[in-house]
């Protein structure tokens, strides 16, 4: 058996299926209505069968009722045979009748097992729309020669094609990663220092902070207050230093730790320990602060455009961290205990943010970082997108429009690079997301990145003609 994913338009179209029975993939097909009950919730949805299987569903529910009966049958047959011959089978090892009920309750209803998988074959799985998500339903149980004749017939439209005068020179963008030597060890240096410097400040006053060293219960109100200043802290650097000195800010920052305080006391109130939350704040503020006072200004205003060394930069901050916060601390208790836990998280965390802000495209004209604007997603497959933008027809979107809400699975999102200050003399890049199945369960919409495409600087004049920036919208990604 085999699956395949179509948009749900397609399911309702009659003339669109090609001439292959979704079971067993024969010509001479008539497009067939699914009963609701297998149409996950779509109307109208047909799909064509030959004439041998055009009752398949109403064969399906008549073969499930016969082998309904059969099991229930087959059942206490194999149950009695088993009473039957279990004390000619056991000879002078059958025991008493405690041995005898076990051996017909195991082995005479397992008997019916092979009964039931033969049934089941017989039955077969009913051909159904097994889920929809977005604008794209999963039909499952078809034969692979009819997937394979679906894949065929199903090709996705086409973009018109783009003069040749409008389209563009397009390379993949592969820039060298570059870091000045000096930048490079400073970025290195300042990770260790900030969190070696930070974990000897959280383990020596963590110890200090302890319920016995104050003469505290661990759910005293006190810790509820307590816990309002590291939240504090955490809302106030985690703007960045730019925004240190703003009022906005630092309102901001206290109405963190108002709101932390508050939720942390109807925790308290629910009996929790309001400790635990104080330590977890207490040992994750240190972190936040090395990612934006440190590490993130030295990566952007040093331009350090090397993903691997930015990554272990970004590592090695809280191992430092962590490290020294055990070797002043160890294993005693105290609210410090939390950063061993946190900071090892913290190491992929960091490792991966850092990483990927060090590739952000940047200007080789002026050495800066490029600005990006999200261009918005589109009804159209990678399979359509990619050709195009990979092979600088940009011209051919110009009639599709891009919606700003997140792009649904089975689309794709498109997002621009420029430099703000060279404009069409700079870099441009573009960058293509696919859309799809994530989480547990399939439904969750997840971008994932296609590729960037280097074009030309005159190309930006396109790009936002095709598809003109909103008034007083500002990039991602500065620092």
């Not at 609701?36 to 109208?44: D, H, L, M, S, T």
């Not at 990554?311 to 410090?336: D, E, N, T």
């Not at 997108?385 to 011209?395: K, N, T, W």
């Not at 700003?404 to 700079?426: F, H, P, R, V, W």
Request: aromatic share 8%.
């Amino acid at each position: 058996m085999a699956q395949f994913d179509i948009e749900t338009d397609g399911l309702t179209s009659p003339d669109g299926w090609p001439d292959s029975c979704a079971r067993c993939g024969a010509a001479g097909t008539t497009p067939v209505k699914l009963p609701e009950r297998y149409a996950k919730g779509i109307p109208g949805v047909r799909l064509p069968f030959c004439d041998r299987h055009r009752a398949d569903h109403a064969d399906f529910a008549r073969r499930s009722k016969i082998g309904s009966v059969f099991i229930l049958l087959a059942m206490p047959v194999s149950a009695a045979a088993t009473w039957v011959l279990h004390p000619h089978l056991a000879g002078p090892n059958a025991g008493d009748d405690t041995a005898r009920v076990i051996a017909t309750v195991v082995f005479g209803l397992l008997a019916a097992l092979p009964v039931g998988l033969l049934l089941l074959l017989w039955t077969k799985t009913p051909i159904r729309v097994l889920a929809v998500v977005g604008r794209f339903a999963t039909v499952v149980a078809v034969c692979e020669k009819f997937r394979d004749a679906v894949s065929a017939a199903f090709v996705p439209a086409k973009l018109p094609d783009a003069p040749d005068e409008l389209t563009f020179e397009v390379s993949l963008y592969r820039p060298k990663p570059a870091t000045p030597t000096d930048t490079g060890w400073l970025l290195f240096g300042a990770a260790a220092t900030a969190g070696g410097l930070f974990g000897a400040l959280v383990g020596t006053f963590g110890l200090q902070l302890r319920p016995d060293a104050l003469g505290l219960e661990r759910n005293s109100w006190w810790y509820v207050l307590m816990a309002a200043a590291p939240a504090a802290v955490i809302g106030w650097v985690g703007l960045g230093p730019s925004h240190l000195a703003r009022p906005i800010a630092i309102a901001g920052s206290v109405f963190v730790g108002v709101l932390f305080a508050g939720i942390v006391a109807v925790v308290k109130l629910l009996t929790f320990s309001p400790y635990i939350w104080f330590a977890v704040v207490y040992a994750l503020a240190p972190l936040v602060a090395l990612q934006t006072l440190v590490l993130h200004p030295i990566i952007w205003h040093g331009r350090v455009r090397h993903g691997l060394l930015a990554g272990a930069s970004g590592a090695v901050a809280p191992l430092a961290y962590a490290g020294v916060v055990y070797a002043i601390a160890k294993l005693g208790s105290g609210p410090q205990s939390a950063a061993l836990i946190l900071g090892p998280i913290a190491v992929l965390l960091l490792a991966g943010v850092n990483y990927d802000k060090a590739r952000t495209p940047f200007c080789t004209r002026c050495d800066g970082w490029l600005t990006k604007r999200r261009i918005g997603a589109f009804g159209r497959s990678r399979a359509v997108m990619e050709p195009a933008i990979s092979g600088g027809e940009i011209v051919s979107l110009a009639r599709e429009t891009p919606y700003q809400k997140q792009a649904a699975i089975g689309d794709t999102e498109l997002t621009s690079y420029s430099c703000e200050g060279c404009g069409q003399q700079g870099t441009v890049v573009l960058e293509l997301h696919d859309c799809v199945k994530g989480g547990k369960q399939g439904t969750t919409p997840t971008l994932k990145r296609v590729d960037r495409y280097l074009y030309p600087g005159p190309a930006l004049l396109v790009v936002n003609k095709l598809f003109p920036p909103e008034e007083g919208a500002k990039a991602g990604g500065g620092g």
